[in-house]
């Protein structure tokens, strides 16, 4: 370590670094453990533990993750003391919990720094994008965003800071995430150790892009397949038909099919169905419209909700009945 590293780690010993974690009722778990396990970690490797966490809620309590694990938490503060907020993901981005932009300005006013993942950012972006000039969020509320507010030009990145306000993707990236804002106060050496402990191969930085965004194709280790994927996704509405993908491609029917099966265990026609149901699943859980208009909207021109239940295994009404129910 040298003179500076080790300077700049006994300041933070000094005056301890302190997080705020906000949750609501179906917080992410895996995002909670990936801010938690890292702090700890680094606790762990340092001289002296430099890091401080409190949960916290909008009211205090217990409160459940969507997997059904409890976390006791303090009631949020008028005057918050710490110098990070982070605010989980939920499974819900309508829930009225990660309406958190009041808090946000408390944090922010006393020069905290505040990160919202995945939901809670896709709720802020919602309520105060115009705000701020570079926002992301995980691709799936990206997509959710774009049906419900038309234009939105939030980026695929891992994260953006954009001041004292981070928005990100959260999931598994929250572990990138959380391991670079530490190397702000223990050493590249530290923060290597921590991310090997955690058997975390690779720190990806803010700017990396999402595996699969809706505008990339995922990575599947083949160009061609790729590029088909892209289309595929570009063409949710209007889906083009499997002759047309391989012109444009510049490969055969059989050649396609092969790829699909080498690396996806699928054919292309099933994948191509696939991609456009859970694109309905989303709107039909986060959006107002109609079971036809989603239909339509994801290529469906008739049969949707036969077919949306023999995949899912219930219509979009009942399912859409039981979550507002669970919701009430």
Same mark, same amino acid.
């Given at each position: 370590m040298t003179i500076t590293s080790r300077h700049k780690e006994f300041e933070a010993i000094a005056r301890q670094i302190k997080f705020d974690i906000l949750v609501a009722d179906d917080f992410v778990l895996s995002e909670l453990a990936s801010v938690v396990d890292v702090l700890m970690i680094a606790n762990r490797v340092s001289v002296s533990p430099i890091f401080q966490?409190?949960?916290?809620? !909008?009211? /205090?309590?217990?409160?459940?993750?969507?997997? &059904?694990?409890?976390?006791?938490?303090? $009631? %949020?503060?008028?005057?918050?003391?710490?110098?990070?907020?982070?605010?989980?993901? +939920?499974?819900? $981005?309508?829930?009225? #919990? !990660?309406?958190?932009?009041?808090?946000?300005?408390?944090? =922010?006013?006393? +020069?905290?720094?505040?990160?919202?993942?995945?939901? #809670?950012?896709?709720?802020?972006?919602?309520?105060? /994008? +115009?705000?701020?000039?570079?926002?992301?969020?995980?691709?799936? +509320?990206?997509?959710?965003?774009?049906?419900?507010? &038309?234009?939105?030009?939030?980026?695929?990145? !891992?994260?953006?800071?954009? /001041? @004292?306000?981070?928005?990100?993707?959260?999931?598994?990236?929250? %572990?990138?995430?959380?391991?670079?804002?530490?190397?702000?106060?223990?050493?590249? #050496?530290? @923060?290597? =150790?921590?991310?090997?402990? %955690?058997?975390?191969?690779r720190i990806r930085d803010y700017s990396t892009q999402q595996p699969f965004s809706g505008v990339k194709g995922t990575n599947t280790g083949d160009a061609e397949l790729d590029d088909c994927i892209e289309l595929m996704a570009a063409n949710i509405e209007e889906p083009l038909p499997i002759n047309e993908l391989v012109r444009v491609l510049g490969i055969s029917n059989r050649s396609l099919e092969r790829k699909f099966r080498m690396y996806l265990d699928t054919t292309p026609n099933t994948y191509y169905r696939e991609l456009r149901l859970s694109k309905a699943n989303n709107l039909l859980l986060?959006? =107002? %419209?109609?079971?036809?208009?989603?239909? !339509?909207?994801?290529?469906?021109?008739? /049969?949707?909700?036969?077919?949306? @239940?023999?995949?899912?295994?219930?219509? $979009?009404?009942?399912?859409? @009945?039981?979550r507002r129910q669970s919701q009430s």
């Open positions: 966490w409190t949960f916290r809620s !909008l009211h /205090g309590g217990s409160i459940r993750s969507r997997t &059904g694990v409890l976390v006791e938490t303090q $009631p %949020m503060t008028e005057r918050p003391d710490a110098d990070y907020l982070f605010v989980i993901g +939920n499974s819900n $981005p309508d829930n009225p #919990a !990660l309406s958190v932009g009041s808090h946000v300005s408390r944090y =922010t006013y006393r +020069n905290a720094q505040v990160f919202l993942l995945a939901e #809670a950012a896709s709720r802020y972006i919602s309520e105060h /994008g +115009n705000r701020h000039t570079a926002l992301t969020t995980h691709w799936e +509320n990206s997509a959710v965003l774009r049906e419900r507010q &038309g234009v939105f030009d939030a980026q695929s990145a !891992l994260a953006v800071e954009d /001041g @004292k306000v981070v928005t990100c993707a959260g999931m598994s990236s929250t %572990m990138d995430v959380v391991l670079l804002l530490i190397g702000r106060y223990i050493s590249a #050496a530290a @923060k290597m =150790t921590v991310a090997d402990i %955690m058997l975390h191969e986060n959006t =107002t %419209m109609s079971v036809r208009e989603i239909g !339509l909207a994801c290529g469906f021109g008739s /049969g949707f909700s036969s077919l949306y @239940k023999s995949f899912f295994g219930v219509t $979009p009404l009942t399912l859409r @009945k039981q």
